[in-house]
């Protein structure tokens, strides 16, 4: 069978180590007679998969002991209103910083709960860059920001340092596990599975306990952290299936030598394609600033709406899948997470030179 090169923006590649692992276990886990699927969730067989995940996920991501791991259900997107539900209590505000879309879905979610404060926001530069010049309200809740931004292809380098008393919140959908990073400097990271982690189905919540005491008591069970915390995240039935796929995926960054190792490669692919876009002499036009740019979604431009398209269309002959920009900006995006090879972001660049040769 041949495989495409996969460049969706999500649900986008995993590993074919971690696809064959799974085909192989599909119909018989482990000598248990039956598909990981139709394990129980209480059970012994499927309680060590669980574990598997959360204990992997705290070797390479180096999280302290004072930190929960939460599996949660409803996207990335949930997570935009658990999180005012949760710490924004009445006389504080919650603060925000603007660097795409997402960040403005999280805001608006926010805005429904109670008092909200636009912190730093890029929109004035149509997202080219990542928001600087800081300014937190007087009693801030929390500062959210999102570390990574898919659609317009930019990414924070540094993170702001905040006064202790203030949580800095992060949703890593796009990024998590693809550099390395310091949890200490967050209270909550959050992150969709479907780009860096596994399928789509479940949501990784990282959260320090201290910050679980603020949850209040008069919010709906499900959005409440607590909940999840007590229970282990077996409050109810969990996205079994996903976890399981969640746990390949991370033993297979393990055997690659470890986020260090992972972000190595990423960034090998990322200067592969920018370098692509900045040495054509304006053929490709990246849209985010160079000191902002993503090294997850390489996004680009061609001189016409008509150039792109006859270049979409034969990069699809080609074999190559998802690089259509996102209906809000059009253009180009390459999503270049863990999973995607090196080999593949070799071939995009040699279909893009050609095709410059073809078109100039």
């Known amino acids: 069978m041949k495989r495409v090169y996969n460049f969706n923006a999500g649900p986008a590649a995993l590993p074919k180590q971690v696809l064959q692992r799974a085909q192989e276990e599909l119909l018989d886990f482990q000598d248990a007679g039956m598909s990981v699927m139709e394990l129980s969730h209480r059970s012994k067989e499927y309680e060590k998969v669980h574990q598997k995940a959360a204990t992997l996920l705290k070797e390479l991501l180096h999280i302290p002991v004072d930190y929960d791991i939460l599996f949660m259900q409803g996207g990335a997107s949930l997570q935009f209103s658990a999180i005012p539900l949760n710490f924004l209590s009445k006389g504080k505000t919650a603060n925000y910083s603007l660097s795409g879309s997402w960040s403005e879905k999280a805001l608006k979610e926010a805005e429904k709960i109670g008092s909200t404060h636009v912190a730093s926001t890029a929109k004035n530069t149509d997202y080219t860059t990542i928001p600087s010049q800081l300014e937190l309200s007087e009693e801030a809740a929390y500062l959210h920001l999102t570390s990574n931004n898919t659609i317009f292809g930019t990414q924070w380098r540094e993170f702001p340092s905040l006064p202790s008393y203030i949580p800095l919140i992060a949703d890593m959908s796009s990024d998590i596990l693809s550099r390395a990073i ?31 005491k603020n949850c209040p008591d008069n919010i709906p069970t499900m959005l409440n952290y607590q909940t999840h915390a ?81 270049f979409l269309n034969q990069a699809k002959e080609e074999g190559f899948v998802g690089l259509a920009g996102h209906r809000m900006v059009g253009g180009c995006r390459a999503s270049i997470y863990n999973a995607v090879p090196l080999e593949s972001c070799q071939a ?13």
Do not use: C
């Not at 990246?286 to 996004?299: I, Q």
């Not at 279909?351 to 040769?357: D, E, N, V």
């Open 182 to 212: 310091n949890v200490k400097d967050f209270s909550l990271i959050y992150a969709g599975a479907q780009k860096n982690l596994g399928p789509s189905g479940v949501t990784v919540v990282i959260i320090k306990k201290e910050l679980l």
């Open 230 to 310: 007590k229970n282990k995240s077996l409050y109810n039935t969990p996205p079994t299936f996903s976890i399981y796929m969640l746990s390949l995926v991370l033993e297979w960054v393990s055997e690659q030598g470890g986020v260090e190792a992972i972000e190595k490669i990423n960034l090998e692919k990322a200067n592969l394609l920018y370098d692509t876009i900045d040495q054509s002499g304006g053929f490709y036009i990246g849209h985010a600033e160079k000191v902002a740019r993503s090294h997850m979604n390489v996004t680009f431009n061609l001189s016409s709406e008509e150039l792109t398209s006859v």
């Open 348 to 360: 995009l660049a040699e279909f893009m030179k050609r095709f410059q040769t073809n078109y100039r």
